[in-house]
Each structure stands twice: as structure tokens, then as C-alpha cells.
């Protein structure tokens, strides 16, 4: 079957030129106080519109030609510099890749929704709880703006009313006018009219022409209005839940008799901007679509967006939605983002993973209610079985439909999505936080004749913390996106509040289940100290993770100085001993545990670790701070100073040291700890640790060579003092097998025969590209699921990423023999496929093979220090270029010999992997 047409998302130029757009951005010396606003009409702004809007013409024009049927469909110039242009056939995708002026395209990909006593759980509605701290419920999120990219929202509901609450009985205007910042629209529609939004909801739009335009969307869905309004039933009631959860008015009486009480968002004072980019159903979405919404929204003035949905997209801090809103949090935006519902295993795929947005996880609240029960401030979820589509909170209830007293709580949720995270390597901890997420109650358009409905999922969690953030920012007006993320991460706890006396205090999991802990509204308002970043701090992690290669870092200027740093003498690891905080900070500033975020995270510590943290007093007078350590185990936490007073508004550079405790320490296993900064004022500022012990560390793990490139350089750390040599398996093309899922099937199965021997490295693989259906318009699409089986029938390993057909399993050490490789689809139309697999043989790699030369090698061996950068180049055959190009896929390995324990030899372990598709 022929590769059907994609649509892309192309980016013009330069990151820097991006970036650029966003023209206020903040850095972590100057962001308290300075919380930079995006002025979207300033003559700069227009005439950089202008500008990106020319080059993507021309881009396309040059690409593409007069006979082309592509068209653009989005222009970007706020948060991305780019355009989305659609259909396209392969061909013409390589033909844009291949243009001098166009930095990258994407595949855009189809887009997911990831589906109330919270009020009273979260310490927000009691006597000194976070709303009497800001005057009371009725000033919390006041002059705060949150934009809620979702399927939109129902009109009508009470709580999205600019009338005298509960209910609207007094008639009434409740809201002033929208604040002046805002220049959003109310877009009009079918059943909306201009003048629907009020002084509650002061503005919406909407996007559709990455489904491919009106027309389509009433084709794949008749009854979905062309208009901000979600329509009745099923999950696009979605848009109406997150609204009504992170800033619907408060006090809301419940219609439904399965959740009696009253209902209220976090932040009832705070305003609403809507923005539907989700279509008629659950996967009705795609990311073009919310990367328009995403850049409309900072163009409007809003404070905080909220982004209970996802994307499928390479896992990379450099797709289009984590470009977008890396420039969004620039321009002063706080994002709160759902990490996903894929859980409960590790890597479970947190699909929101960039440092500059909070990913939140979904966990349980107290159910101490029954179902005829109210709670002040918000219904709970009581007898929540009564809704057939909440199966955690129908597995809960007893036979007369009454909730388990003191129930135990928070837990996490099965479902929601775990760390560590694969993109960078793990080098950041996520998801950032948990809030409630399982039976939310909340307001919703005609669901079974009710306007109240309980659903459950990381979506739910996310308006929760978008809500809180709102507060946060009311209270704090001048706080950096960063800053409000620090205050809510540094006062989270860990363990239950509710439940029977054995289960109380207890730990409810780990870091990698809910990163800092569960949120504390009340806490979040006075967190003493706060960590902060900004558009520079982002930039040099992402150099850090090799997102930018370490041979172009001198076309970056924050990366710049990391290179110099890392030929200077005086930053040798075993001199950091005797240096100050900011010595240290210069000379690990592109290492990406350095990356000045409230957590620590090292995947890959091999040596002793050093890595700072700049903590900034926000307490309104001089404070004491001392830290309380607990290390993980097997290792050895320093800090200097351990003990410091800051002026108020002050900040102080911390050295952080981190080695192991013992020699049988093991290497490649995570272990957690944390740090706390104990306050004189009584404030507790804590970041969790996670730390993993290897050899050598390898940034990145994996090279992803690209045609045009011809050579790379990255970074890696050997553990040991000595010498290091490099060798490599050359870059092998796969051997492709293909099939077909028919209708009539659910899955295919293919024989794979791997020679006799053992492998060093196997690796089955599937793309996008070679599945049918991958065509980015609605409904035409596949994603498949790809599991292997030993030659013994028993499971190798299986890979299954939501609206996505990147699959993947690798094995290590496997013995020749025949695999079973089996795809899944669940299609209405036959699947085609390809499965690409490759075996790596490390004993057989040498220095410069056909294909692929590294160095340094044996005959040229480096000086190695433990835990010094030392940089590996990598040249690979040109004629591999026109291999890729033409559909072939390469695989590789680098592999190492050094001294670890004082013998030269090859390190059985330890490799770096070398793509090239």
C-alpha cells in the first residue's frame, strides 16, 4: 500500500529566532519580582508575525512547487516559529526537511483527552486554609486569567455564570469587567453567539483545521457544534469538567442524587478563556490544533493555561507542543498538564515531561461521605458507583451504595502515568506533583439527564493544580511561572492524611509515582524559599541532554560558556571540593541535573556528582535556613552551606555533592532522598533525589544521527581514573518484515530467525511511516502495539504508546533462535506494516569500521578522570545519506574500554547507541 499523505509542522529558522517572539524571558537571577508579560501588538511582535508568515511561504513555495496540493494550515510566530502545511506525501516531507531555511518538521500528531469535596481535601475551603489567606473563596484567582485548551464548555452551567452565586438565584452581576491584559475574542458559532461569553468567561475560539476544517468535522462527528460550545453526553463533556474544576463559581448544588452537596473550582474568583482544539471525541484532537491554541492563548493575556490532553510525539523536549509551551512560560504563562493515563509501571510514558510546565499525576481523596451526605465547598465523589464509567469508585462501594469510612487517602491512582521518564534520558523527575484525579465531581452539559458527572483521570488532576497555581499568582502577582511551580512542589507531602490509624503518616509512594508529593493549597502560599528558572536555564538543559548537540553549542548563547568551561582546566570534578557554590555552578552549568528546578534528578552518576541550586528568600524579612538530608541509599549527600540566612528577597547559591557511599553500591538502580530546607519562620522547602549509579555516563544514551549531519560529538563520564578508547558495531541497515492486520483480525504474527550465538544488542522497531492509515487526518489512522516472544514462547518485552505507532523493544544478550513478533490493531480497515529488527554483535566493533568512525580509539587513547566530561566524536559515511533518505534505517553501537578498578578492558555493559532513519 502506498504511504498515505502526512501533515507537519514545520519550524522556520533558528530556535533562537523562536525564541525571540517571546520577548520578555526570565532567568533564574532576575524572575521573583519580574514576572514577564508577552505584548502581542508591540511593532516588534507584528513585524516578526510578519517575517515567520513570509519565510514559511517561501519555505513552502521552494519545497513544494506550484503543482503541490498542500496548503497551510497554521502560521505560528509567539510560540513556535513556524506552520503547519497538509496533506503531504512522503517525498514532499523530504523535501521541506531538506530546505536550508526550515530547522525541523514533525508529523503532527493525533491528539487525546486524558480524562468535588476537593476544595475541603486540599485545605482550600477551611478556617485557615488557602482561600483565608486571599480574603475568602470569593477573592481566589481574582484578576487571574486561566486558559482551558480542551473540547470547550457548556454556556448555560452555573458555574461558568457572571451572576450572583449559588446558582444564580439573585440575578446579579458577580464580575466586574475582563481585566484590561486580556485581548482574546468570543468567537462566534453554531448556537453561539458573540455575545455568549461574559464577565465569567470573558473569551473563546476554536481550531480545527488540523482535523482538516469544518466540513470534516461534521462528517466524522453531525452533532458537534462548529463552536466553543461542548455538546451533550459522552467525553465531550470534558472541556465543561476541567473549567468548572479549576475556576467554577463556588457553592454549586449538584443536581445529581449520586453526588449531593455543593460543587466549586479551586480558584471561583479567577476568569475562564476558553480554547476547543478537541473534536466530537476522545481522540478528536490534533497537536497542530493545540499548538495554535496554545499560541493564541499567550497572545491573549492569560495567566495560566491548563492542558488536560495529549499528543503522540517523539519522545523529545523539541516537539511543537513542548516548544510551545517552553515560549508560553517565557511570555509569563504557567502551564498545568496532565501526564498521562498509561500507568502503573515504570516508564509509563509521562507525556508532558518538559521542565518548564508542571506535569501533574491523579491520585484519591478522602470518600469519608455518604451518598446522601454534603460537603461544604464541593460534592464528593460519595456513592460514586452509580456511574457506570467510574469503575475505581464502583469497585469502592459497598452494597447499599455507601463509600468506605476513613478511607485511605491520598493513594495514586492505578492509571496514571509513572516515571522515570525516557526523553533526556531521565535526567528531570516527573511527573512534578499529584492532585486529585479518581471520581471528580464536576460540572458537565446533559450527562443522563444530570449536569453533575464524576470522572476520573490525570485530566481531572490537572485543573486542580491550574486552579491552586491561580491562587498562588493572586496572592503573588509578580512570581515567575517558575516560581508559583517551586511553591507548589516544595510544600507537597508524601503521605496519607485519612484513613484508620495504621494507615495514617504512611508513605503513599515515591517520586517517580508523584514526583514532590501531593499538593498543599494552604502551604504553597508561604514556601520560604523558592527555586526558580527561566528561558536561559531551559536552554543550557537542553543543550545539557544533547537536544542540541555538543558540536553546535557555540551557535547557542547560553551553551556557549559550557564549552569553554568544559576545556578549562580549573574545572577539573576533583578541585570542586575547594571551589565556592558559584564556581561549581559555572562549571556544570549545561549538566542537566545542574538544571535549577526543586527536585534532583542524576540517571547516570558515575564519580562523585557535584550540581548546585540557587535558593531565593521569599519570606518578607531575613531568614535561617538548614538543611535536613536524606540520602538515598548506597550514597552520600554534602551540601555547602548547610546552614545560611538570607536577606528578604536575597538568594543563595547551594553546592550539592552526591557520590556513593560504598563500592557495592549497584549500579543502574534508581534510589530516592530528599533535601529540606528548614526555615526560622517555620517554613520546609523540599525537593526529592533520585540518583542511579553507573560506570559510565553516556549524554545521550542514544545518538540520533541525522542525513545532512555527517558527524557528531556528545559527552560521557567514566566512573574511573585512567584512559578511555571507543569502538563501534558500524551503522547496520535493518532487515524488514512486513504484514497486514486484516479487519477480520486483531493481530498478525511474523517469524524473526536470529543466527545462532548470543547478541549483544537485538532491537525490533516500528515507525509511523510504515504504517497504513498514519495519514494525520481523521478518521484514517492506525496505532499498532508491537510484543515479542522468546524462542521459548514466553514474552520479551512489549510496546504500546497511545496514538502512536513508534514502537519498540529491545533485548540485550539474546540468544539466536526463532522470535515471534506480533502487531495489534484495532482498525475498521486492513493494516499494513513493517517491522524493522537488528542484531549488534560489540565483541566484533571496531574503531572505524565502513560506515561509522569514532574516536577517541585505541590508537589514540584520551585521559580519563571520574566524573570528567570527555567529549566522542563520531564521523559516519555520506553514502548512508542517501540510504536514509530513500526509507533504509541504521542501527549501531559505541562501545568502551578503560580502567574502572585500575584493569584496561572493554566494559561488557556500557554502551551508546547510534541511529540514523
Request: include cysteine.
Amino acid at each position: 500500500m502506498a504511504q498515505p499523505p502526512e501533515s507537519a509542522a514545520a519550524s522556520v529558522g533558528s530556535d533562537q529566532a523562536s525564541t525571540s517572539s517571546s520577548s520578555s524571558s526570565s532567568s533564574s537571577s532576575d524572575a521573583i519580582g519580574r514576572r514577564p508579560r508577552f505584548a502581542a501588538t508591540s511593532s516588534a511582535a507584528v513585524q516578526y508575525a510578519s517575517y515567520i508568515a513570509a519565510q514559511s511561504e517561501a519555505a513552502v513555495a521552494r519545497a513544494l512547487g506550484p503543482s503541490s496540493s498542500a496548503k497551510i494550515r497554521h502560521r505560528y510566530s509567539t510560540v513556535l516559529a513556524g506552520f503547519t502545511v497538509g496533506p503531504l506525501s512522503s517525498s514532499e516531507a523530504h523535501a521541506l526537511r531538506k530546505d536550508p531555511n526550515v530547522a525541523s518538521v514533525t508529523r503532527d500528531g493525533r491528539g487525546h483527552i486524558k480524562t468535588i469535596s476537593t476544595p475541603a481535601f486540599l485545605g482550600l475551603s477551611s478556617p485557615n486554609g488557602a482561600w483565608s489567606k486571599v480574603g475568602g473563596w470569593s477573592k481566589a484567582g481574582e484578576g487571574i486569567i486561566i486558559g482551558m485548551v480542551d473540547t470547550g464548555y457548556w454556556p448555560e452551567g452555573p458555574a461558568f455564570s457572571d451572576l450572583e452565586f449559588p446558582n444564580n438565584s439573585s440575578g446579579r452581576l458577580a464580575f466586574g469587567p475582563p481585566p484590561d491584559k486580556f485581548s482574546g475574542i468570543c468567537m462566534a458559532g453554531d448556537d453561539f453567539p458573540a455575545s455568549t461569553c461574559n464577565n465569567k468567561v470573558i473569551g473563546c475560539r476554536y481550531f480545527l483545521d488540523g482535523v482538516g476544517g469544518q466540513q470534516r468535522v461534521k462528517e466524522l462527528w453531525p452533532t458537534e457544534s462548529i463552536s466553543c460550545r461542548a455538546t451533550d453526553g459522552g467525553s465531550v463533556t470534558h472541556g465543561s469538567h476541567t473549567g468548572s474544576t479549576a475556576a467554577g463559581n463556588y457553592g454549586i448544588v449538584s443536581d445529581n442524587p449520586s453526588y449531593q452537596g455543593s460543587m466549586s473550582g479551586m480558584a471561583p474568583a479567577a476568569r475562564l478563556a476558553i480554547y476547543k482544539a478537541s473534536w466530537g471525541s476522545d481522540d478528536g484532537g490534533y497537536a497542530s490544533d493545540f499548538v495554535a491554541a496554545i499560541e493564541q492563548a499567550t497572545k491573549d493575556g492569560v495567566d495560566v493555561i491548563n492542558y488536560s490532553m495529549g499528543a503522540a510525539a517523539e519522545l523529545s523536549f523539541s516537539t511543537p507542543v513542548e516548544t510551545a509551551f517552553r515560549h508560553a512560560a517565557a511570555a509569563g504563562v504557567f502551564v498545568s498538564a496532565a501526564c498521562g493515563n498509561t500507568g502503573p509501571g515504570p516508564y509509563t510514558t509521562v507525556d508532558t515531561w518538559g521542565p518548564w510546565i508542571m506535569s501533574v499525576g491523579a491520585s484519591t481523596f478522602s470518600r469519608s461521605y455518604t451518598a446522601r451526605s454534603a460537603a461544604a465547598a464541593a460534592t464528593t465523589q460519595a456513592s460514586a458507583a452509580a456511574d457506570s464509567n467510574d469503575a475505581a469508585a464502583a469497585a469502592a462501594a459497598s452494597k447499599d451504595g455507601v463509600l468506605p469510612q476513613q478511607e485511605t487517602s491520598p493513594t495514586m491512582a492505578y492509571f496514571t502515568s509513572r516515571g522515570p521518564i525516557v526523553a533526556g534520558d531521565g535526567n528531570l523527575l516527573k511527573p512534578d506533583i499529584t492532585a486529585p484525579g479518581v471520581s471528580v465531581v464536576a460540572q458537565v452539559p446533559n450527562y443522563n439527564g444530570y449536569t453533575s458527572r464524576s470522572m476520573s483521570g490525570t485530566s481531572m488532576s490537572a485543573p486542580h493544580i491550574s486552579g491552586i497555581a491561580a491562587v498562588v499568582m493572586s496572592k503573588h502577582p509578580t512570581w515567575s511561572p517558575m516560581a508559583v511551580k517551586s511553591a507548589i512542589m516544595t510544600t507537597a507531602y508524601q503521605t496519607t492524611r485519612t484513613g484508620p490509624p495504621p494507615s495514617q503518616k504512611q508513605a503513599f509512594g515515591g517520586p517517580f509515582d508523584f514526583g514532590a508529593g501531593h499538593v498543599d493549597a494552604t502551604l504553597a502560599l508561604d514556601p520560604g524559599l523558592i527555586i526558580d528558572s527561566g528561558a536561559p536555564d531551559w536552554q543550557r538543559f537542553m543543550c545539557g541532554i544533547s537536544e542540541v548537540p555538543y558540536n553546535t553549542w557555540d551557535q547557542h548563547a547560553e551553551c556557549r560558556p559550557c564549552q569553554v568551561a568544559l576545556a578549562d582546566a580549573a574545572c577539573a570534578p576533583s578541585k570542586y571540593e575547594s571551589m565556592t557554590a558559584a564556581q561549581v555552578s559555572r562549571c556544570v552549568a549545561c549538566d542537566p541535573s545542574n538544571f535549577n528546578t526543586p527536585s534532583i534528578a542524576m540517571s547516570m552518576l558515575a564519580g562523585p556528582k557535584y550540581v548546585t541550586r540557587s535558593l531565593t528568600n521569599v519570606k518578607p524579612t531575613s531568614a535561617t535556613y538548614t538543611a535536613a538530608i536524606e540520602a538515598p541509599e548506597g550514597f552520600k549527600v554534602a551540601l555547602s552551606p548547610q546552614s545560611f540566612t538570607a536577606a528578604a528577597g536575597a538568594s543563595t547559591t547551594v553546592r550539592i555533592r552526591i557520590q556513593k557511599s560504598s563500592r557495592n553500591t549497584p549500579y543502574s538502580v534508581w534510589q530516592a532522598g530528599a533535601i529540606t530546607w528548614v526555615g526560622s519562620g517555620g517554613t520546609r522547602t523540599r525537593i526529592p533525589l533520585v540518583v542511579r549509579a553507573v560506570q559510565l555516563a553516556s549524554r545521550p544514551t542514544e545518538v540520533k544521527l541525522k542525513a545532512w549531519q555527517g558527524s557528531y560529538s556528545y559527552l560521557v563520564e567514566p566512573e574511573w581514573n585512567g584512559v578511555l578508547a571507543t569502538a563501534n558495531t558500524g551503522l547496520q541497515p535493518s532487515e524488514v518484515y512486513s504484514g497486514t492486520v486484516e479487519v477480520s483480525e486483531y493481530s498478525h504474527r511474523l517469524q524473526v530467525v536470529l543466527p545462532p550465538g548470543v547478541w549483544s544488542y537485538v532491537r525490533f522497531a516500528t515507525f509511523n511511516d510504515d504504517v497504513s492509515g498514519w495519514n494525520g487526518v481523521l478518521p484514517d489512522f492506525s496505532s499498532i502495539n508491537l510484543q515479542v516472544f522468546k524462542p521459548d514462547g514466553s514474552s520479551a518485552g512489549v510496546s504500546a504508546n497511545d496514538y502512536n505507532s513508534d514502537e519498540q523493544v529491545n533485548l540485550e544478550n539474546a540468544p539466536g533462535g526463532t522470535y515471534t513478533v506480533q502487531i495489534t490493531a484495532d482498525t475498521e480497515e486492513a493494516t499494513s506494516f513493517k517491522v524493522h529488527v537488528w542484531a549488534l554483535n560489540f565483541t566484533a566493533a571496531a574503531a572505524s569500521t565502513a560506515t561509522l568512525t569514532s574516536s577517541p580509539s585505541v590508537a589514540a587513547l584520551a585521559k580519563a578522570a571520574s566524573g570528567a566530561p570527555l567529549k566522542v566524536d563520531l564521523t559516519f559515511a555520506r553514502s548512508l545519506a542517501d540510504g536514509s533518505s530513500a526509507g533504509q534505517r541504521y542501527l549501531g553501537a559505541v562501545v568502551y574500554s578503560g580502567q574502572p578498578g585500575g584493569v584496561y578492558r572493554r566494559l561488557r555493559s556500557v554502551k551508546t547507541l547510534v541511529s540514523l532513519v
